[in-house]
């Protein structure tokens, strides 16, 4: 079990509200459990759920870049839950196959699956998570495909989904029954 337990239903009206404005409108699933382990923290979760709300909404990135950027920061930070979540449910929407998923787990960049602007998508994120950063050179192969304000919300759709992992694992969060688990050779 978690770290910290989840807000037990009966909810009040309000916390209701908090918790079933996460995720998308049309999704299957009953609310995460991360959400709500969140809505102890009512005040915080509002401003997380705003964020991430954001980079799907009105989103300058293609579905299937942010996905596999996103699913990319989960595996290297040994994030199952949330990996797990996304490959389930975001990896069909984006058209990320189940073997893309299990090979931004197992693989890298040389994967011969991917297209060159997808190896780059790869190693950008391989670095970002490295360094902190992007290199000038990085910077410039990025931008072949995606222009600056598409490299700005890549930038903050990792680093956003790197905080969500690092709560994550830090909260203990099982895998639920409904997300994908790791690849085997993980």
Sequence with gaps: MSRVAPLPPPWSEEDATGINSWGHPDRS???????????????????????GESLYVAALLPPRTRTIAILRTCALVGCEYEWGGQAAFWGPVAGVSDDECDALVTGGASDPRW???????????????????????????L?????????????????WYRTICTLCNALALPVEGWMRRWPSGR
């Design 29 to 51: 699933y009953e609310p995460l459990l991360l959400v709500r382990c969140l809505q102890r923290h009512p005040a915080l979760a509002t401003r997380l759920r705003k964020l």
């Design 115 to 141: 297209s060159a602007s997808e190896r780059t998508l790869i190693e950008a994120v391989d670095e970002l998570e490295r360094t902190g950063s992007w290199s000038e050179a990085t910077w410039s192969a």
């Design 143 to 159: 931008g072949r495909d995606l222009d600056d304000e598409q490299r700005i919300e890549l930038l903050t759709a990792v680093g």
